[in-house]
């Protein structure tokens, strides 16, 4: 009878720890976005993220017919570490890696920089209303050193690695 009694127990127990695994993730919760890496919680943004639905949404990478629409991709491999942009010497926007930006312009030429270790790095973009531009930010950390750039990727190569990237700042400059 005890036996039975465990076997039950046991049982319940299964049956209510994937109830827990089964429970649906809110796909319109704002909350800030955590960058893992090998399962670990290396760095978290301060600012909540957009929704993981805006996130969906924005890896459509469609144009808007009245702005300059850019998004700026942080690649994985640069460390656990927030990197702050800037966009036209505005306020310094937060990434972690793998984390992307879309940033909503008047058509023209932007300057765009961020800032790693003292070093600033800039880079001018241009665009006219209802294209879409992709820029990508790389870099490695290693105890002997880091390097950063603003990368030479392809957009098409950018774009997949946006893919893989989470939104964490979806914002209009209009």
Known sequence: MARMNFRSVAALACIFALLGCATPVDQL???????????????????????LQRDAEAKQFASVPDALTIYVVRYWGDGHH??????NSGAPMETVPDSMIRLRVKAGVHQIAFKVDGRSFERKISGVAGEVRLL???????????????????????????????????????
């Open 29 to 51: 919760a704002e909350k800030p976005y955590c960058h893992t890496d090998r399962g670990i919680r290396a760095v978290c943004t301060k600012d909540f993220a957009p929704s």
């Open 136 to 174: 990508g930010i790389a870099g490695t950390d290693w105890p002997w050193g880091s390097s950063h750039a603003w990368s030479d990727d392809s957009e098409d190569q950018v774009k997949r690695k946006a893919m893989r990237s989470r939104l964490i700042k979806d914002k209009s400059m209009l």
């Open 82 to 87: 927030p990197v702050e942009i800037s966009f």
